[in-house]
């Protein structure tokens, strides 16, 4: 997959996940203000919709191709697996953070396996409904999204955060009063959820 890596200066690795249309130099700034000492492992997706950069197809704006999302989705985890060996970091301390498409593909990550212990997702959608999940027992998850999101709808937030919760993940949830842009009240709450994770 195409990404970079850059050094910090404790075990912890932020792996960064854009949204549609953007690139993997996106969420650094993002990831210097909630993790400043961490790792960065930030990918680029590399499938094209009309020229737009994201890490699976989708038939249309809501409607996921569920079959390049398991694809793709075992890609990513296969991907983080070599990067430990290649970079020397730990896959226990690895910590993905997705906005939008990103968000998705590590919230199908979460429906198929207890991947990671700590994940924040910014404006998901529900992922693959055809799943059964996983024990998600000793996951954490951070989920933000925008009261008034058209892409994703609260329903849509409400069902990802009961389907985890259902299945065992430790999940907080926070609405800011927009749409689908990242606010600062969600990076200020993303930064204090995740505090108790970063070593």
């Not at 249309?21 to 930030?42: F, H, K, M, V, W």
Request: charged share 25%; glycine share 10%; hydrophobic share 40%.
């Amino acid at each position: 997959m195409i990404h970079q890596f850059i050094k910090g200066t404790t075990e912890t690795t932020l792996v960064l996940l854009h949204g549609t249309g953007g690139t993997e130099q996106d969420l650094i700034p993002l990831a210097r203000i909630l993790a400043p000492e961490a790792n960065i492992l930030t990918l680029r997706g590399d499938v094209l919709e009309n020229g737009m950069s994201r890490f699976f197809r989708r038939h249309a704006e809501g409607v996921l191709d569920l079959e390049d999302l398991k694809k793709q989705t075992e890609r990513f985890l296969t991907f983080l697996d070599d990067a430990t060996t290649e970079y020397g970091i730990d896959r226990d301390k690895m910590i993905p953070l997705g906005y939008s498409n990103g968000a998705n593909l590590i919230g199908s990550a979460l429906y198929r396996q207890n991947a990671f212990h700590a994940s924040l997702l910014f404006h998901p959608m529900v992922p693959d409904r055809s799943l059964t999940l996983p024990d998600l027992a000793g996951a954490n998850v951070f989920i933000s999204a925008g009261e008034r999101d058209p892409i994703c709808p609260k329903t849509e937030t409400e069902e990802l955060t009961s389907t985890l919760r259902g299945a065992g993940a430790d999940v907080e949830l926070f609405y800011h009063g927009g749409g689908h842009e990242l606010r600062m009240e969600e990076v200020e709450a993303a930064r204090a959820w995740l505090e108790p994770f970063l070593g």
